[in-house]
């Protein structure tokens, strides 16, 4: 089992910068591929950003590339995401995601491939 925790969500203006933070624990941290996800009140659940377990590899959805930066900590057994420009849009509540990897630079981007979730911290962009 992995337990992740996320902080950092919280309400911010138009143009304005969050970090999300996720802390996992009860496995080897280091081998788990971690993804960011977010859902809007009336949606479906939708995938940010992922990184390999190595770090050597990312993906981001086309609405946050340029703006959104995933990055992890193995030391720290903590995942960040990185959210500048932020706009109402990005509105949500955001979910750390963990799923175990035996290949350093494979990443995913759908919720069906991903075996641990948070709790979900949220983000609130005003206009």
């Known amino acids: 089992q992995v337990q992740l925790v996320e902080s950092g969500g919280g309400l911010v203006q138009a143009g304005g910068s969050l970090r999300l933070s996720c802390a996992a624990s009860?496995?080897?941290?280091?081998?788990?591929?971690m993804g960011w996800f977010r859902q809007a009140p009336g949606k479906e659940r939708e995938f940010v950003a992922a990184v390999s377990w190595s770090g050597s590899s990312t993906s981001y959805a086309d609405s946050v590339k340029g703006r959104f930066t995933i990055s992890r900590d193995n030391a720290k057994n903590t995942v960040y995401l990185q959210m500048n420009s932020l706009k109402p849009e990005d509105t949500a509540v955001y979910y750390c995601?963990?799923?175990?990897?035996?290949?350093?630079?494979?990443?995913?981007?759908?919720?069906?491939?991903?075996?641990?979730w948070g709790q979900g911290t949220q983000v609130t962009v005003s206009s």
């Open positions: 995601a963990a799923r175990s990897s035996a290949r350093p630079q494979v990443v995913f981007s759908t919720t069906r491939q991903y075996d641990y």
């Open positions: 009860g496995r080897t941290f280091s081998n788990y591929i």
